[in-house]
């Protein structure tokens, strides 16, 4: 909301104290932000994969699936072709299953063509321990034989646990363990925003439900 | 906190449509060439069948495989409950073995819940004598869903042998928590005394209540439970009770028929029904797994089950 009131070239980090209640939360990236950086990474998927001929894209639930739409539509603007995206739920595959009660399972969707033989680019909000990638090419294993699998992140905090690193970032955020990182989307929270925050209340472990705090927890 | 699936009352309406949408997720796993998850990776399910099954040892063992979990099968006939081995005895062994669920089909209504204050696992009641048969209930409500969509308000017509029949007593529990109406169509002979007090109508008159049915479910004459005569001839019960091409006529066009299986063909349901095109009978089974698969991963994925109900040891 406070979109509307800066100019269209915002200057460097400004400390944008969440306006709407998020209290504690620092807006690290706005919508702005987040616009040009996907504007940048499916530049960058472009010229590395010269032209995305054989590009599939695959959000990784929930906001991962987001980040996949809007990059598949930028390259089509770009190269004046549709290109397929789908999504990838990876709960099934987790490491962490046994540590949290079971959840609700998300939408696996794969475009028509499947993925065999082409460069699935996997999409996901945010990079942290790594593991929920591994999770990602462990059910990939599964649905086919891609070519070459890439990554690209919005938001990269570093703290990995896993020897996995992104092919495209948007932003690499330098963060401490206990602090969180939030990436709210206007289609699924109403707004754009990447909100870095102190340490969640309860401490990563058990029983948190819903898949928001995916980026923040794990 | 350990929880069982006996009943399908065990299930709130947030746990079965919880059930039906994972079910709906891991149906897609049927149509990949690699039919398998990880999820289940070493955990151990039981299948203890005391009674005889094909379907549902077939299809809970399918489920589990499919998951990734141990399967152990256990059948009454060749173990050493010949011998005389009590269903104790039998837990106390299972629980030997690290059973994390125990799949039970027993003749005796209760044995699920006596078992579940016996071993440390999750009991899944796969049909106990004439009580229930909870699983049954989620493939045959996931069944509708995929056919009719939302079940609430939806007209489910159960035809035949309820006083026999654990599937019917778990569709009626289960159908109710989904906003379904049921109704029962019987001879007054093969309805429990009780069934007044169960949540839907019940009509003699088959006729009457097929133009206004959405699902048609038929179930199967259990003549092996019948120790007594509960109709004059099976001729008189087929032209009472049975599903032939004239009364399908009858149903609304989006209607579909079911049935649990196994069919008795030319007794309460005709051939030609039973092939129809409106006839979800091999669908159900296909689902069956879906509906095993979500129960299993919803009781045993986590760190503590997302479904089912406590029983107090």
Known sequence: MNAAFRPAEPAAPRPAEGADGDAGHKAVLEAPDIRRALTRIAHEILERTKGAEDVVLLGIQTRGVTLARRLAARLEEVEGRPVPWGSLDVTMHRDDLRMRPARALGRTDLPAGGIDDRVVVLVDDVLFSGRTVRAALDALNDLGRPRAVQLAILVDRGHRELPIRADYVGKNLPTSKRETVRVLLAENDGRDAVLLGPAASPPPGPARRPAADRGAGR | ?313
């Not at chain 2, 589990?64 to 173990?79: E, P, Q, Y």
């Not at chain 2, 159960?158 to 109406?181: E, F, M, P, Q, W």
């Not at chain 2, 002979?189 to 169960?198: C, N």
């Open chain 2, 1 to 313: 906190m350990k929880r069982h699936l006996i009943s399908a009352a065990d299930l709130s309406r947030d746990d079965a449509l919880l059930v039906l949408d994972t079910a709906e997720e891991l149906a897609q796993i049927a149509d990949r060439s690699i039919k398998k998850l990880p999820t289940l990776r070493g955990r151990t399910v039981v299948n203890l069948f005391y009674e005889d099954s094909t379907r549902t040892r077939i299809s809970f063992e399918a489920a589990a495989k499919r998951l990734s979990a141990d399967v152990i099968n256990f059948s009454a006939k060749g173990s050493s409950v010949s011998k005389g081995e009590s269903l104790k005895d039998t837990a106390l062994t299972l629980e030997a073995m690290g059973a994390d669920a125990v799949v039970i089909r027993h003749g005796a209504s209760g044995a699920p819940h006596r078992l579940a204050g016996w071993v440390r696992g999750s009991v899944i009641n796969a049909g106990d004598g004439t009580h229930e048969h909870p699983t049954q209930a989620l493939l045959d409500a996931f069944t509708m869903r995929r056919r009719l969509g939302d079940l609430e308000g939806r007209k489910v017509t159960i035809v035949g042998d309820v006083l026999h029949s654990r599937v019917a007593r778990s569709n009626v529990l289960l159908l109710n928590t989904l906003g379904a109406d049921v109704t029962l169509v019987a001879p007054p002979t093969l309805l429990p005394v009780a069934v007044d007090s169960w949540p839907c109508s019940v009509s003699y008159d088959l006729d009457a209540v097929l133009p206004k049915s959405d699902v048609v479910m038929m179930l199967r004459v259990q003549r092996e439970r019948m120790n007594a005569a509960y109709f004059p001839t099976v001729r008189e019960y087929s032209r009472r009770y049975g599903l032939d091409a004239e009364r399908l006529a009858k149903l609304p066009e989006h209607a579909i028929v079911m049935h649990p299986g196994p069919m008795n063909r030319g007794v309460e349901i005709a051939a030609e029904v039973a092939d129809s095109p409106r006839s979800t009978i091999t669908e159900q089974v296909a689902n069956g797994v879906s509906a095993r698969m979500a129960v299993l991963y919803l009781l045993l994925g986590g760190s503590e089950p997302a479904i089912g109900a406590e029983v107090p040891a």
